[in-house]
Nanobody
Framework: QVQLVESGGGLVQSGGSLRLSCAASGRNFSSYIIGWFRQAPGKPRDFVAVASRDGGRTYVADSVKGRFTISRDNARNTVYLQMNSLKPEDTAVYYC???????????????????WGQGTQVTVSS
């Protein structure tokens, strides 16, 4: 089992940057695929980015490609989401999730993730 805590959210102007952190406690952090999702009011929780167990494979959603980068530091049990050139439409609660199943191409399905953090609010003003 793993516990996840997101941090780093806040209010930022359009064009600004934030770095979110997903810190994990518990055993065997490196055995989990870690994904970032976001949920705006009245909308479903959508995939943003994912990092494989060793961080060697990373993918981001088309909507954030070129602006967001995911990375992980297994020695620190932490995954990061660097968000640059933020837009008002990036406003949402951002969640990280941990997936213990084998790596497949379906990392964008939120149902694959076994554990979730409580989320961190990101608000981008225009």
């Amino acid at each position: 089992q793993v516990q996840l805590v997101e941090s780093g959210g806040g209010l930022v102007q359009s064009g600004g940057s934030l770095r979110l952190s997903c810190a994990a406690s518990g055993r065997n952090f490196s055995s989990y695929i870690i994904g970032w999702f976001r949920q705006a009011p009245g909308k479903p929780r959508d995939f943003v980015a994912v990092a494989s167990r060793d961080g060697g494979r990373t993918y981001v959603a088309d909507s954030v490609k070129g602006r967001f980068t995911i990375s992980r530091d297994n020695a620190r049990n932490t995954v990061y989401l660097q968000m640059n050139s933020l837009k008002p439409e990036d406003t949402a609660v951002y969640y990280c999730g941990a997936d213990s199943s084998p790596w497949t191409g379906y990392y964008y399905y939120r149902s694959k993730y076994d554990y979730w953090g409580q989320g961190t609010q990101v608000t981008v003003s225009s």
